[in-house]
């Protein structure tokens, strides 16, 4: 059965943007979505961009000014962001609570070197950040303290992602194609696989269901599916990019859709469910309604690279991605798709 899309909202400025985060929010029929710009000509944007499904799913967007560009966004709520500037530093935010108008510094981490990344650990609850600087490695803060509680020396990292529960392990790539995980207590390697893609890696994440499963992109444009208790070769691996996979992001509430944004300037919507954990609770006895692994569906409505992409925080069915032009699309899953989800 072909697959159907829903309706697209586009929301479009004429800035350069590479970063986009979802917010969690209270509202469950709120799906909001920071971006940042780059403020290259002019100062740096937060935009908040809120669909709303209680009101003809309508987009609502509120602008904040920043003193400098963006280059990273990472969040816990909606009130406040942690932000790697243009210029490499890093702070923690907050946003007015009437209206438009500047951000304040809460806190700003004294740390060597420029950064480029900033990933908030996923539970809400574990006030800890990663902070990737180029040349120099990862430094993790305790932000309740603002306090940075462990440094790890890594002259080529590229990326990082936290593991969806513990507090003490961390993902790395480098920009050679090998990853690794960190138990933070003592600094030490729990897995390491050297090749894992030819160049860069520069996606990560892992499986808020299953946190041994650690999906990768790369230059190469693979996306890879590692079993960390395994991991001498993937569990399973799509080639559905013509060239870099720029960012991927696993549904928070459904684990075997994946989402893949690449500087060919699509987004694929993955499935892949024989590796997920809905794999046991397969009931379906028609088996045109039973979820594949592949494809689901391709999205090319960005004209330039896609830099970035989110699932909705609270909306297990929304997401959006976000292309270097600034152009911000919300997209749903097929209704074919979710309807084998949830049958």
Not at 191 to 210: E, F, K, M, Q, V
Request: net charge negative.
């Amino acid at each position: 059965m072909a697959e159907t899309r829903g309706t697209s909202h586009v929301y479009g400025i004429e800035r350069h943007t590479l970063c986009l985060t979802s917010l969690p929010t209270t509202n469950s029929t709120h799906s909001l979505f920071a971006l940042g710009t780059l403020g290259v000509h002019e100062p740096g944007e937060i935009h908040i961009v809120n669909l709303n499904t209680d009101d003809d799913e309508v987009l609502h967007n509120t602008v904040f000014t920043h003193t400098t560009g963006i280059r990273s966004l990472s969040a816990w709520d909606e009130h406040e962001l942690m932000v790697v500037s243009t210029e490499g530093t890093v702070e923690l935010v907050a946003l007015p609570q009437e209206g438009e108008g500047e951000t304040r510094v809460v806190a700003k981490l004294e740390q060597p070197g420029r950064a480029n990344r900033v990933v908030c650990h996923p539970q809400t609850t574990i006030k800890q950040a990663a902070v990737v600087t180029p040349g120099a490695g990862i430094s993790v803060w305790d932000m309740a303290r603002v306090l940075c509680t462990q440094s790890l020396a890594l002259d080529d990292v590229e990326t990082s992602a936290w593991h969806p529960t513990a507090s003490s392990i961390l993902a790395t790539s480098d920009t050679h194609g090998g990853l690794r995980t960190w138990d933070l207590r003592t600094a030490t390697t729990t897995t390491s696989i050297d090749c894992a893609h030819a160049g860069r890696i520069r996606a990560l994440d892992y499986n808020p269901n299953l946190p041994y499963h650690l999906a990768s992109g790369g230059s190469d444009g693979v996306l890879r599916i590692w079993d960390l208790r395994q991991p001498l070769a993937p569990l399973t691996s799509a080639s559905n990019h013509t060239h870099w996979i720029c960012a991927l992001h696993y549904n928070p509430f459904h684990d075997q859709l994946i989402l893949s944004a690449g500087s060919d300037a699509l987004v694929n919507l993955e499935s892949a469910v024989s590796v997920s954990s809905a794999r046991a609770a397969d009931t379906h006895s028609d088996d045109s309604m039973r979820p594949t692994d592949g494809l689901v569906m391709q999205y090319d409505d960005h004209e330039s690279s896609v830099y970035a992409v989110q699932w909705s925080a609270t909306d297990p069915w929304v997401f959006a991605s976000l292309s270097f032009d600034g152009r911000l699309v919300i997209n749903t899953v097929p209704r074919e798709e979710k309807y084998k989800i949830l049958l």
